[in-house]
């Protein structure tokens, strides 16, 4: 084989390589863009030790590294150090406590999953519903509002409580507004006062200026 020949031949390989490395790309990232087809997600720590093995977080059994990539549908669990994150993008995101355990589900405008321990706080977007299964319950939400809301199953009975949106139980249990945290209770004993004294000063000084005003002849 010449020289000029030899050079031909790797280089109508390498553009029968090129071709199908594209068309292999192409179609991968229109599969990944299809209505329908799993979501992704970031899965990120807070807290805890990351020395041991028993402060690991893992997924589907496995260890992973904050900043890990979710896709789809997975099992989470966190150790009893640390919580996590599951960062979903255009559907809102996820928060697990503490030796929490969620088979996650995602889909297109879909948070689905269930979870078997722990606790876990879901903010989604509007347009997104939300179906979380528990032993005992299934939460819903009304998917045309943004919500924020918990679901708690560490006494062995669901619990669920809202900040903002709307969501159902199955079973019929009501739904109840979340508890102030102390933080929160210490802000209205300080922010209460303060504005009951604004409006007493401002009634005091009006009645004052309207007692100083002449009487007209």
């Given amino acids: 084989m010449t020289m000029k020949n030899c050079k031909s031949f790797w280089l109508s390989h390498f553009t029968c390589l090129s071709l199908i490395a594209a068309i292999f790309i192409s179609s991968s990232m229109v599969v ?70 969620l088979s996650l589900t995602l889909s297109e405008n879909s948070i689905g999953g269930e979870l078997t321990a722990g606790q876990m706080q879901v903010f989604n977007k509007a347009g997104v519903a939300v179906n979380i299964k528990t032993s005992d319950n299934l939460i819903t939400n009304n998917a045309e509002q943004a919500g924020d809301f918990s679901i708690d ?51 005091v000084v009006r009645d004052d200026n309207n007692n100083r005003v002449s009487p007209t002849r």
Avoid: C, H, M
Avoid at 67 to 82: A, D, L, M, Y
Avoid at 177 to 196: C, E, F, R, Y
């Fill in 32 to 101: 990944l863009a299809a209505p329908g087809t799993s979501l992704a997600g970031e899965i990120v720590f807070s807290g805890g030790d990351t020395t041991g093995v028993e402060s690991a977080v893992t997924l589907d059994g496995q260890p992973v590294l904050t900043g890990r990539t979710f896709f789809g549908s997975g099992v989470i669990s966190t150790p009893e150090t640390r919580s996590v994150t599951v960062n979903l993008g255009k559907l809102g995101r996820v928060t697990l406590s503490p030796k929490s355990i």
């Fill in 153 to 203: 199953v560490r006494s062995g009975t669901t619990v669920s409580t809202f900040e903002k949106g709307e969501i159902f139980l199955e079973n019929g249990q009501p739904v109840a507004a979340a508890k102030l945290t102390d933080n929160q209770k210490k802000a209205l004993w300080i922010i209460v006062p303060i504005v009951a004294a604004v409006i007493i000063i401002a009634i």
